[in-house]
């Protein structure tokens, strides 16, 4: 085993996180320490891209923010991340889903995965 990849596993806490993919709509739970103040933010918008790989897993959020588009990346073993909530599963054929940010309207939204039940 490479010695990079057990010091990487024996360092970090196993997160409960939510088997999400891009396209997915999602609430992220982030932690924000003003001064000596702590509160929990929601960042709520579409997965993107989910990139990286053990440790190092990052995944890009974007929200439309008074018609502007705001993308955050969160990494997914940091401990400021507290919860990932699915609110809709995304139908989308890519991995990647950078067209959505030259879209605007009706054209950048994600359509609804369809359960059977």
């Given at each position: 085993m490479?010695?990079?990849?057990?010091?990487?596993d024996?360092?970090?806490?196993?997160?409960?996180?939510?088997d999400?993919?891009?396209?997915?709509?999602?609430?992220?739970y982030?932690?924000?320490?003003?001064?000596a103040?702590e509160?929990?933010?929601?960042?709520?918008g579409?997965?993107?891209?989910?990139?990286?790989?053990?440790v190092l897993?990052?995944?890009?959020?974007?929200?439309?923010?008074?018609g502007?588009?705001?993308?955050?990346?969160?990494?997914?073993?940091?401990?400021?991340?507290?919860?990932?909530?699915i609110?809709?599963?995304?139908?989308?054929?890519r991995?990647?889903?950078?067209?959505?940010r030259e879209?605007?309207g009706?054209k950048a939204?994600?359509?609804?995965?369809?359960?059977?039940k």
């Open positions: 490479d010695i990079i990849n057990y010091i990487h024996n360092l970090t806490a196993k997160k409960d996180l939510p999400f993919r891009p396209g997915d709509n999602v609430e992220v982030y932690k924000i320490i003003e001064g103040k509160r929990i933010q929601i960042f709520k579409d997965v993107l891209q989910i990139k990286g790989h053990g897993k990052t995944f890009t959020v974007r929200k439309l923010s008074n502007v588009g705001v993308e955050r990346i969160f990494p997914i073993s940091s401990p400021n991340v507290t919860d990932v909530k609110l809709k599963r995304g139908k989308v054929r991995a990647k889903l950078y067209y959505l879209l605007v009706k939204k994600i359509k609804e995965k369809k359960y059977k």
